[in-house]
């Protein structure tokens, strides 16, 4: 069986806001060419996770490893190379609204390359294809619906040919049609580019379609409580937390706590 | 064979070329990525273009990484080859490569803007836009009072309607939180006005007007004016700013849909808690102005503190109070009626926040020069 290549190492990370611990010793590693996907519910710390991954946030204590190196204890020189081998797609898209669709991608390319303008050019409509949103070069981005928006925030996160994408609720937000859009513009990425791809989410229909694997978080356990294909831990998994989610089942509550509408 | 290798990026390649008779073999092997992308274009470049060939034919067996920056420069070395009527070829690309080949399309890249950029250079064009803007700001401005006047009216006629809660977090905001920085300029300025006609005076021996002078320009004109300026720079731009930002975040659009007047729910405790403000705020600059002039009257002329305070209110009538009351009170209006008007303009993104704040400030300071030049005259003939 072909070994698979880790390409992120995270080692006994916790993350804490004064007193309140978010999550402790939280142990994984990210593959080469995979779609990880982080689930869980709201308030168990996915995000603060992803923003420790990304160089957002410092943990409380652990280590995140890309390729040997702890991005934690990095220092500026080594944090910024890093920040060019991975591409960020925020939940609201995060594109700067003064500039124009291609002024947003020409930024990392101006400020990390010495390419010739007519190159860049290039690149960018290549990237702008590549999402399905060529022409739109000179768009601002509130002129985009939501949906480009997004597809135009990937075109960025993809700018620089980023070796890791990682993505904060990819399809919060948006209609089911774009949603599904959106998941096979990730798919045919991660195929076409190989890019490995770390994504946050707990839209159900989304994780089923582009998960290679799923990892999910835990607000009471602080931390992961499964781990496997979707498909696996929905049909095999005999954690009520895990099924749960995965069959979409709300606990129900005491009759005492409900509310009905006469 | 000649080999080429670059060690000094992250992404190391080595290039070696072989030829037979006409024909060039272009072997690539180690990494090529958007990092080494200039250095590989000009080596492959200028060994195919230096010489006239029958053929080019690049091998990938070597490669390990590529991207997609890297592909497309290769595309276009193919492209440029065949259009120099060299037959140019990519051979033993692994499955990888061929994945990334895949996403570079002719389409994409020739497709035209759907919109094209707009030429900011056109001196005339930029003349008749400039304006419109113009005509179209007084227009709102006009439209936006005429609202104001209108919410004002609706919340005599039922003053239950008026959140006095917000009149008072705005009083607090605008007045009490900028009291410290009103005493310091306010005694800064007597002081400075006390120093620079003590200079003057002493020639002639009327050191005895300082006080005087120092009371009347306060109250007539700079208590009223330089509290103005403050408030306008504290208050009209933070108005701007929140109206504008709640804008942004269709919290207006929330509020209109909600059946609220947001012109009134927003702007109208704006404006009454500032028009409350402002005339305090300039009575306190006034005072803090005495102060300041005092503190170079007894230390520099040798006046006592009763000496100066009776020559300072020697001269004042009280219309010149009330005069200066009413400046304020209009200047007042003025600030907090052109800060939210400009927030309410702000249609989207933290540039307009930041463009439509700071002509608020503008607008505001413009506009109280304005008022208190009609003022000056008005009163005079009084």
Known sequence: ?262 | MTTQTQKDSPERYTISYKREDLNLFIYLAGEFGLKNLAAFNSDINREIFRQKLNSVTIDFSEICYLDSAAALALVQIRKDAVAQDIPCQLVNLNDEAKGIFSVIHEDALNHPPFKSVQDDDDFIRRVGQSSLYIMRDFKNFVTFIGDLMVAILYIIRHPKTLRWKDVLFYVQRAGVDGLPIVAVIGALMGLIIAFMSFLQLKMIGANIYVPSLVSFAMIKELGPIMTAILVAGRSGSAYAAEIGTMAVNEEVDALNTMGFDSVRFLAVPKVLATIIVLPILTVYADFFGIIGGMIIGVTSLDLTIKTYITQSIKNIKVFDIVTSLIKAGVFAALIASIGCQKGFQVRSGAQDVGKFTTSAVVAAIFLIVVADSIFAIMFYYI
């Open chain 1, 1 to 262: 069986m072909e070994e698979r290549k880790t390409i992120i190492v995270v080692k006994d990370l916790t993350a804490r806001f004064g007193d309140n611990v978010v999550f402790e010793d939280v142990n994984f590693q990210v593959y080469k060419g995979e779609i990880l996907v982080i689930v869980g519910a709201s308030g168990c710390g996915k995000s603060t996770l992803l923003k420790i991954m990304i160089g957002l946030q410092k943990p409380y204590a652990g280590q995140v490893l890309y390729q040997g190196t702890d991005i934690i204890s990095a220092n500026e020189k080594e944090l910024d190379l890093y920040r060019q081998n991975i591409g960020v797609l925020f939940q609201s898209g995060a594109l700067f609204s003064s500039m124009t669709i291609k002024e947003n991608m020409e930024l990392p390319l101006q400020e990390y390359t010495n390419l010739d303008p007519a190159v860049i050019d290039k690149i960018i409509k290549m990237k702008l294809g590549m999402v399905n949103l060529a022409g739109y070069e000179n768009y601002n981005p509130s002129e985009l619906s939501g949906g480009m928006r997004k597809r135009a925030g990937i075109a960025r996160a993809m700018a620089l040919d980023p070796r890791v994408l990682f993505f904060d609720e990819l399809s919060a937000g948006l209609d089911p049609v774009t949603a599904v859009e959106l998941d096979d513009l990730i798919i045919k990425t991660n195929e076409a580019l190989g890019t490995t791809m770390v994504i946050v989410t707990h839209e159900l229909e989304s994780i089923y379609k582009i998960a290679h694997r799923v990892l999910m978080m835990d607000k009471e356990a602080k931390g992961f409580i499964a781990e496997g294909k979707p498909l696996d831990l929905k049909k095999n998994s005999t954690d009520p937390r895990v099924t749960s989610f995965f069959l979409r089942q709300v606990p129900a509550a005491p009759d005492e706590q409900r509310y009905y509408v006469s």
